[in-house]
């Protein structure tokens, strides 16, 4: 009798038990629609899908056609930024405006926090790839720009795409940090997503600097990478030698990457400095600035396809039309360089046979040809002071 009292007194106790995820917020809240709104979710969502699939079209058409190596590999890059967008608005756009829509409670829905983990694994993965992505674009931009001759030798579509699939595994396996212990994913006002636990705990806060730190480190790449880029494409469309070298391809790469990063800085520093000021300072979560800033973060899913939509080669050539787009490559200079090379040399090695097969057949006058300069003009020398000592 009493073994019994004690199991069923354990069943209600495991029963009553809050998981992790609902520990901080339990539902069910009290909707306030200031805060969100099903239309509003439902709009942003559908616009940010329908501009990333827009220019996901866009971007294979335009990689079919190109047959510049440097031009695929950033191609490459930012088909793998969009496909990012878009899938990152697939899942957690679905998820909220689902929310708005049926006002489904979490703890009913996901009693062992699964789905919460999953969403907030989502935004972790999604939210860093870009960045990450943006910091993989400047690199190669820098290296096409500054290092010719190695970017042309070592990036191939094949690196290309080994670097975009590095970098998505790096994201996910920082996501996945909290279901190994390292912090925790927790449902956030006002119940439409999950987010990580931003809080001053050691887990917790080693967590929130790890992914904070990580988004800014690649803002700070980007920004100290694409300074020198553009410095040097500046040089190089003004200097002397702005006549041998293409600048339509180059510019086009450019004003697209300075566009991607500014719009990544705008929107995510303002919540990546958030986190990490909040748990550094151990100050307690403000919920406004938390949702304010996380529309800001959520806009760069949206504005990202415009930059390649409004900003390819045939709109510049429209908005600055003076500008001569039709100049040789940034490595056209060294490639002309090799050209040339390579020619000197195949006439400097034919003319050095024909001497050879010359002086097999006329034995005699060959040794007065292979005579050195030098040897020849001291020997007559020679002779003009012998005659002039007669």
């Known amino acids: 009798m009493s073994s019994s009292l004690f199991s069923n007194h354990r069943t209600a106790v495991s029963s009553n038990e809050t998981p992790l ?3 901080i917020n339990s ?3 009290k909707y306030n629609h200031t805060i969100a709104s099903a239309y509003f979710s439902a709009v942003f969502s559908g616009l940010g899908l329908s501009s990333n699939l827009f220019a996901l079209v866009v971007l294979a058409k335009t990689f079919h056609h190109t ?3 440097s031009r695929s590999s950033f191609l490459l890059f930012l088909g793998g930024l969009v496909f990012t967008d878009f899938m990152g608005l697939v899942i957690t756009g679905s998820i909220v405006v689902s929310f708005h829509i049926t006002h489904f409670n979490w703890r009913e829905l996901d009693p062992h926090c699964h789905f919460c ?8 993965f999604y939210g860093l790839c870009p960045l990450l992505l943006g910091a ?3 690199m190669e931009r820098f290296v096409g720009i500054n290092r010719p001759f190695a970017r042309s030798t070592n990036m191939s579509k094949s690196r290309a795409l080994s670097i975009v699939a590095m970098l998505w595994v790096t994201a996910g396996c920082i996501s996945l940090l909290p279901l190994v212990g390292l912090g925790s994913y927790h449902l956030q006002m006002p119940g439409s997503w999950c987010f990580l636990n931003i809080s001053s705990k050691p887990l917790d806060m080693t967590f929130s600097l790890i992914f904070s730190l990580v988004g800014l ?10 300074t020198v880029s553009v410095i040097t494409l500046l040089r190089v ?11 339509d391809y180059e510019v086009e790469m450019m004003v697209q990457l300075i566009l991607i990063m500014v719009i990544a800085s705008i929107c995510w520093s303002p919540l990546l400095v958030f986190i990490a000021q909040t748990v550094l300072s151990g100050s307690s979560l403000e919920v406004r600035y938390l949702l304010l800033w996380l529309r800001f973060a959520t806009g760069n899913q949206v504005l990202d396809p415009w930059v390649y939509i409004l900003f390819r080669r045939s709109i510049l050539k429209r908005i600055y039309p003076r500008m001569d787009w039709s100049r040789g490559s940034i490595v056209s200079m060294y490639s002309s360089f090799s050209t040339s090379i390579r020619r000197r040399t195949r006439a400097s090695f034919a003319g050095t046979l024909g001497d050879l097969e010359h002086g097999r057949q006329h034995p005699d006058g060959s040794k ?3 005579t050195p300069l030098s040897v020849q003009t001291t020997s007559g020398s020679s002779q003009s002071f012998s005659n002039l000592k007669s």
């Open 136 to 138: 993989a674009m400047a």
């Open 217 to 226: 480190l690649s803002l700070v790449v980007s920004f100290l990478l694409n």
């Open 67 to 69: 047959k510049s190596r």
């Open 21 to 23: 995820c609902f520990s």
């Open 368 to 370: 007065q040809e292979d």
């Open 27 to 29: 539902p069910p809240f």
């Open 237 to 247: 469309c003004c200097g002397q030698d702005s006549s041998q070298r293409r600048r």
């Open 117 to 124: 983990n999953f969403m907030g694994m989502s935004m972790v």
